[in-house]
């Protein structure tokens, strides 16, 4: 069901449980102003909890994925007593908020790129779990060029990148294209355009159709273990799978698998 066309975020859910949040706010290259950022973090909110959502798609309207914040808004910041200072200050924490929302989202979180992604909007692309773009999408964080580094995109390309790929983008604000946005692991893969929406919901579908519980503490686990050293991280996840391997999806799983029949999910 498709809500108001109206929202710069447009919302709705297909019956397999894959809810699309798409971008709509075209006139301002889909910016991440607080209020897109606020209404974002509003369905992300809903995901979490809500047991009829299996998967998150994040898409956009036009030619432009999400040019990021702004700049005429920050700009006009500036005319403020503090010169925009606790502005810019609100914004990047609540902008930082949102992309740490993704990853605590229990429900894989999909970004769907058809177009220019730059600064926030290129973080944004890296924070999501998966990432799938057309052929003639672009990505780069050209604040360098603007005398504003991309400090707060550099947290989500550091954690998906390597050191050397992230500080290329970083501090040549060069635009890459799908193949090499591929090859540095920024996106997961591109396609052509007019079979974008279709593998990227293929995908989503093949998500939907495990048992939410386990998507749940695999996601969790996931993230939380990256931060860890090494025998930190193998004695934490030993403890998840323990948990894990106790759960009725677990046992229903193993047995299904045995019996050689389809399982069926008791948390759906």
């Not at 700049?71 to 606790?86: C, I, P």
């Not at 998966?130 to 504003?148: E, H, M, R």
Request: charged fraction near 25%; hydrophobic fraction near 40%.
């Amino acid at each position: 069901m498709k809500d108001n066309p109206n929202k710069i975020l447009e919302t709705y859910q297909t019956s397999e449980g894959i809810l699309r949040l798409l971008l709509n706010d075209p006139k301002n290259k889909n910016a991440l102003s607080d209020k897109m950022i606020m209404h974002i973090k509003e369905q992300l909110l809903k995901a979490s909890t809500d047991k009829s959502i299996k998967v998150v798609i994040i898409s956009a309207v036009g030619d432009v994925f999400c040019s990021g914040h702004n700049l005429k808004e920050l700009t006009d910041a500036r005319r403020n007593e503090d010169e925009g200072k606790s502005y810019f200050l609100e914004l990047f924490n609540l902008c930082s908020s949102l992309m740490q929302m993704i990853i605590s989202c229990s429900k894989p979180v999909i970004a769907e790129i058809d177009g220019i992604a730059t600064a926030a909007g290129c973080q944004l692309v890296a924070s999501c779990d998966l990432a799938i773009a057309s052929d003639s999408s672009k990505f780069a964080t050209p604040g360098v060029n603007i005398g504003l580094f991309c400090s707060t995109p550099m947290v989500a390309l550091s954690r998906n990148l390597s050191k050397k790929d992230s500080m290329r983008m970083l501090l040549t604000g060069d635009m890459i294209d799908a193949t090499e946005a591929k090859r540095i692991s920024l996106i997961n893969d591109h396609v052509v355009a007019n079979e974008l929406n279709e593998s990227v919901m293929s995908l989503a579908k093949k998500i939907a159709t495990k048992p939410l519980s386990t998507v749940k503490i695999g996601k969790d686990a996931f993230y939380r273990q990256s931060e860890m050293s090494l025998a930190e991280a193998y004695e934490y996840t030993s403890k998840v799978m323990t948990e894990n391997s106790l759960s009725d999806d677990a046992k229903e799983g193993i047995t299904s698998f045995l019996e050689k029949r389809d399982p069926v999910w008791k948390d759906d």
